[in-house]
């Protein structure tokens, strides 16, 4: 196993849409230990990513792709790099990143992270996380590549990264046990 932590004089690069170009599962993956930017009049705010799930399109039923695509599920089977943000329950705001090719209909959710620069919040959940950064649903169909909201590479940061079983999707038959969630053990 590597260590959580390496010296590297390298600067984060922000990024590129050919990141999200890719299944799901192996986005999910790749963003464990990722940094999280929202740039929000005029300050930033940055936390490292501990938690994802992938959702693999329309044959996943936990998917909002399986049920097809809809006005509310249109930017899900758009161009990799976008958020998908959707409210869920009526209360809490979800960010998440578009996967794979346009027509996939696959995206990846930011369960959680850490934050950083001495910035206090609690990231634990996915609607805690959106609410603190405040990602609304105004955010949807935003690039992800852009200055508003995106990702850096962290290469100082090395995760442990390891998969479960997603959370709270009882309702997707065999979906419902594949180990499509990652976190970061280091933590």
Not at 87 to 99: C, T
Not at 162 to 185: C, E, H, M, N, T
Request: proline share 5%; net charge positive.
């Amino acid at each position: 196993m590597k260590s959580a932590v390496r010296k590297s004089s390298a600067r984060p690069k922000k990024l590129t849409q050919s990141f999200f170009q890719r299944p799901a599962d192996k986005v999910a993956q790749a963003l464990i230990g990722k940094i999280l930017v929202r740039r929000l009049r005029g300050k930033l705010f940055r936390a490292r990513l501990s938690e994802t799930e992938a959702y693999l399109g329309p044959d996943d039923l936990a998917s909002h792709a399986s049920k097809g695509r809809t006005r509310r599920t249109e930017v899900l089977f758009g161009a990799p790099g976008r958020a998908y943000v959707y409210l869920i329950y009526g209360l809490y705001e979800m960010l998440n990143v578009v996967a794979g090719a346009a027509g996939q209909g696959q995206a990846v959710l930011i369960r959680a992270a850490v934050p950083l620069d001495e910035w206090k919040a609690d990231l634990s959940g996915p609607g805690r996380l959106s609410r603190a950064m405040q990602i609304t649903r105004l955010q949807n169909g935003l690039d992800l590549t852009g200055t508003q909201l995106y990702f850096l590479d962290n290469p100082d940061y090395q995760p442990i990264v390891q998969s479960a079983k997603r959370i709270g999707i009882d309702y997707a038959l065999q979906w419902k046990d594949a180990p499509l969630r990652f976190v970061d053990a280091t933590r």
